[in-house]
């Protein structure tokens, strides 16, 4: 599977973005879709990820009531919509797929199996 982000950009605080994710393959129904954000000098963190057919979707503290994640899989596709933007939000955005989503894992970057190249936001005050 290859993914492939895009959609980020720069945007003051307040503003929105919606992050745009394609998959290659046939069975990206089957996996759960992720996404991760680094900002410069820490960790990839996780942000959303939604399960199999949309099931469940968990969020990082942080993002609640801003953040949505959804996905199209006619279209092999996971998005993120960004709104109330703050510059700590400031990163390089990364999709992810894995396979079973578990609640106790769903936040832990190992056990993803398929990674794209990111897409920057930056969000200025």
């Known amino acids: 599977v290859q993914l492939q982000a895009s959609g980020g950009g720069s945007v003051q605080a307040g503003g929105s973005l919606r992050l745009s994710c394609a998959a290659s393959g046939r069975t990206f129904s089957s996996y759960a879709a992720a996404w991760f954000r680094q900002a410069p000098g820490k960790e990839r963190e996780f942000v959303a990820v939604i399960s199999w057919y949309g099931r469940s979707v968990y969020y990082a503290d942080s993002v609640k009531g801003r953040f949505t994640i959804s996905r199209d899989d006619d279209k092999n596709a996971v998005y993120l919509q960004m709104a109330n933007l703050k510059p700590e939000d400031t990163a390089v955005y990364y999709c992810?797929?894995?396979?079973?989503?578990?609640?106790?894992?769903?936040?832990?970057?190992?056990?993803?199996?398929?990674w794209g190249q990111g897409t920057l936001v930056t969000v200025s005050s």
């Open positions: 992810a797929l894995r396979g079973n989503l578990n609640r106790d894992t769903y936040s832990d970057r190992n056990q993803y199996n398929y």
